[in-house]
C-alpha cells in the first residue's frame, strides 16, 4: 500500500506521520495543528479527484503532493491548477518521494515562518473563509464579497457569537474613529454583506438590535 511504504520511508524521530483510507473529516485532521505536507494518493483524473485537491487548497497553504496514474501531460495539469505542488506516478519511487516531500516542507517551514499572523478560518465543509487568498467558499461555491465586505466577515467570524457595536468595527476595519458618517458606512457594509449572504440562504450576520452586529457559525443542520 502506497500510505504504508510513505510512512515507513518519512518516519523518524522528528517526523511523524500519519494517514486515512478516505477523505472524510479531512478538514478538521489538517486544522488538528503540526502538519507540514499533505500527500494525497488518486485514482484517476475525475473531477472528484481534483476537486478533494482544491478543497485542501482552500482551508490550508500546506504543501501538497499528488500520486497518481500514469496520465497524459493535458490530464496532469488539472492536478497542478486544483493546487497540487507535485505530481508523482505510480508505482512511486520512495527515495524522490522522500527527498521531494522534504524539499517541500523545508518551503513550507521557511513562508511560514515569515508569515504567522493569518489563519483561514474553517467552519466544517459549509464555510471556509481564506484570509491568505481572500476566498470565502460556501458549501463549496465562492462568494465574491468586496475588500471591506470580506474584512468584516473575517474580523466578526474570528470572534463567533461576540457582539460588536458599530464603533467596534469601524475602528477595527477603518482603523479609525467612528465619525460622523462612520455609524452609516458601517451600517451600509454590513447590509450589503447580509444581503450577499441571504442569496445564497445564510445568515452567519445577526443584527443585535440597538447593541451591534455578531457572527452565528454555521450549525451543521440542513
Known amino acids: 500500500m502506497v500510505f504504508q511504504s510513505v510512512k ?8 511523524d506521520v ?45 504543501p501538497i503532493i499528488a500520486i497518481v496514474p500514469k496520465l497524459k501531460t493535458e490530464e496532469k495539469f488539472a492536478f497542478f491548477h486544483a493546487g497540487a505542488n507535485a505530481c508523482l506516478e505510480q508505482p512511486v519511487d520512495m527515495t ?30 459549509e464555510l471556509i473563509i481564506n484570509p491568505i487568498y481572500r476566498h470565502v467558499i460556501i458549501e463549496g461555491e ?5 475588500r471591506t465586505e470580506f474584512d468584516l466577515l473575517y474580523y466578526m467570524a474570528k470572534h463567533p457569537n461576540q457582539i460588536f457595536t458599530r464603533q467596534q468595527l469601524y475602528r477595527q476595519i477603518w482603523g479609525d ?14 447590509g450589503n454583506l447580509y444581503k450577499k449572504l441571504a442569496d445564497v440562504g445564510k445568515n452567519y450576520i445577526q443584527n443585535s438590535r440597538g447593541v451591534g452586529y455578531k457572527f452565528l457559525p454555521p450549525t451543521g443542520k440542513k
Open 96 to 125: 524522490i518521494c522522500t527527498a521531494q516531500a522534504n524539499s517541500l516542507i523545508r518551503l513550507y517551514l521557511d513562508a511560514k515562518k515569515a508569515d504567522t499572523k493569518v489563519h483561514p478560518l474553517v467552519f466544517g465543509t
Open 177 to 190: 474613529d467612528l465619525g460622523i458618517n462612520g455609524e452609516n458606512t458601517v451600517r451600509s457594509h454590513i
Open 18 to 62: 500519519n494517514y486515512a483510507m478516505s477523505v472524510n473529516g479531512t478538514p478538521n485532521i489538517l486544522l488538528s495543528g503540526g502538519y507540514c505536507l499533505v500527500i494525497i494518493c488518486i485514482h484517476s483524473s475525475e473531477t472528484h479527484d481534483t476537486e478533494v485537491i482544491r478543497l485542501i487548497r482552500e482551508i490550508s497553504p500546506l
Open 8 to 15: 515507513k520511508s518519512m518516519q523518524d524521530d522528528r517526523t
Open 142 to 146: 465562492h462568494l465574491e464579497l468586496t
